[in-house]
């Protein structure tokens, strides 16, 4: 079954202590991005990356980190984390950029950062 | 001003009404516009896919565009209790990172 896998899918932290969260796609995509979902704010864009090796900021990208090492993994990656980012997360990937491709996105990862 | 706006809602209607949602937008690069269902703990769904001006139709749902007038529209008709969920319209350039933007989502629920 082609899916985008996110890992953990619930997570309750304390500020500062260093935090990974996992992104899997088995579609060959090349295109990967991660969102955060906040109330009033919709879904907003972190980092994103347009092939292996290839990683850009997005629109708020203070406070993570990205690698991608692998065609199918994106890991998104919180260093010290703090309670602004405390939020539910998404990764979302496309086959390839530009033109007609839809985004998949996974079923989310909430994180609480006390 | 948000580049996309749209109705948070929420949105009731009983079972079998036609359901209308809508974005307007204000950043004329937009060629992409989409329609993303999300179900309470679960990821956005892609619904509907149209490029520039024009409808599509998809089964019970039909997707709107007016360039001209910078808003999406979606159309569910027929509509079931199994429809009752978060809907939201994202949109993208034509070029660059192939960033969406959403707007913030409609709750819609459909009464049986």
């Known amino acids: 079954e082609a899916q985008v896998t996110q890992n953990p899918r619930y997570l309750i932290t304390v500020t500062g202590k260093k935090l990974t969260v996992t992104c899997s796609q088995n579609?060959?995509?090349?295109?990967m991005s991660w969102y955060r979902q906040d109330p009033g704010l919709g879904l907003r864009q972190i980092y994103y990356s347009m092939n292996v090796e290839v990683t850009d900021k997005g629109d708020v990208p203070e406070g993570y980190k990205v690698s991608r090492k692998e065609k199918r993994n994106f890991p998104l990656i919180l260093e010290s984390p703090s309670p602004n980012q405390t939020s539910l997360y998404f990764c979302?990937?496309?086959?390839?950029?530009?033109?007609?491709?839809?985004?998949?996105f996974g079923d989310g990862t909430r994180l609480s950062i006390l | 001003q948000k580049e996309v706006e749209q109705d948070p809602g929420p949105l009731s209607v009983p079972e079998g009404a036609i359901v209308s949602l809508n974005c307007t937008y204000s950043n004329s690069a937009f060629q992409y516009f989409m329609w993303y269902r999300q179900y309470s703990r679960k990821g956005p769904e892609l619904l509907m896919y149209t490029y520039s001006s024009g409808n599509k139709e998809d089964g019970r749902f039909t997707a709107q565009v007016d360039k001209s007038s910078k808003y999406i529209s979606l159309f569910i008709r027929d509509s079931q209790p199994s429809d009752s969920a978060t809907y939201l319209c994202a949109m993208k350039a034509n070029f660059g990172n192939e960033k969406l933007t959403f707007g913030t989502g409609t709750r819609l629920t459909i009464i049986p």
């Open positions: 979302a990937s496309s086959l390839y950029t530009g033109g007609n491709q839809p985004q998949h």
């Open positions: 579609m060959n995509h090349e295109y």
